[in-house]
């Protein structure tokens, strides 16, 4: 729930971002992106993509300072996972799978500004325009203690309660748990853990017309939290994350 929300706002932020932009778009004959000699200097976008610990989306927005170089500003949020997990059905009536020794649901959020630069310019409208890109900012891991609905047996009632409880290995084991908590249990206790974060991307850019956006994005993630994150029991904390991530990014130019 927590990531849809996120993600519907990120969305409306950039329909609310692009929609003055698309009525001039609309109304400029020789902006209708078919000329390649025209420049436009501002853009929006929002990516969605994957990478090697998790799903997210992120919305950026670009100014072009020459023809072939733009710095740009963006925010995502990715849900991080660690490489042990293994998910479990369990006997629960919500039939909710879960991750044994999980402490932790993890979320990033990071912010950043960056420079884009092109690398091979589009020959015509139908050719791909290949630009590489880095940024740097900070990074928010938002972490929610994980819970497990546990089987307690209790001598006033003979048959099992379900019981909502955080990882504990002195008290339960893998058998006595019968399926992941609510979303919202925890919550309370979520914390925080400041960082920084650095990207490096290559973006390739297929779109027929000029003033839209249409690519694939590819590149490498690294996020350092001088506190590490406790993401999985018995496994050891971590301070650097680095992911390698793929996505689609849709999006609009204007002048």
């Known amino acids: 729930m927590f990531v849809r929300i996120i993600i519907l706002n990120l969305f409306v932020l950039f329909l609310s971002q692009t929609g003055f932009?698309?009525?001039?778009?609309?109304?400029?004959?020789?902006?209708?992106?078919s000329n390649l000699n025209i420049l436009y200097r501002n853009d929006a976008s929002v990516k969605f993509y994957a990478n090697t610990r998790g799903y997210g989306v992120l919305y950026r927005r670009?100014?072009?300072i020459t023809a072939k170089t733009r710095s740009f500003y963006e925010i995502d949020l990715q849900s991080l996972k660690s490489h042990k997990e293994i998910k479990v059905k369990g006997e629960a009536l919500n039939n909710k799978r879960f991750v044994y020794g999980k402490l932790n649901s993890i979320f990033l959020l990071r912010g950043a500004?960056?420079?884009?630069n092109v690398i091979f310019s589009k020959a015509d409208s139908k050719a791909v325009e290949v630009r590489?890109?880095?940024s740097l900012g900070p990074v928010l891991a938002i972490a929610k203690p994980y819970y497990y609905q546990l089987a307690i047996t209790t001598p006033s009632t003979p048959a099992t309660e379900p019981q909502s409880v955080k990882f504990n290995e002195r008290d339960f084991?893998?058998?006595?748990?019968?399926?992941r908590g609510q979303f919202s249990d925890g919550l309370a206790e979520t914390k925080f853990y400041p960082g920084i974060t650095g990207k490096l991307n290559l973006s390739f850019e297929y779109a027929n017309y000029t003033n839209l956006i249409r690519a694939i994005e590819t590149g490498i993630s690294i996020d350092y939290f001088p506190k590490s994150l406790p993401i999985m029991a018995?496994?050891?904390r971590e301070n650097i994350i680095i992911t390698f991530h793929v996505g689609f990014v849709f999006g609009k130019k204007w002048i």
Do not use: C
């Open 173 to 179: 084991t893998q058998d006595s748990v019968i399926g």
């Open 234 to 236: 018995r496994n050891p």
């Open 21 to 33: 932009a698309q009525q001039n778009l609309l109304g400029a004959g020789e902006e209708n992106g």
């Open 113 to 116: 500004l960056g420079m884009q």
């Open 62 to 64: 670009g100014k072009h």
């Open 132 to 134: 590489i890109a880095y």
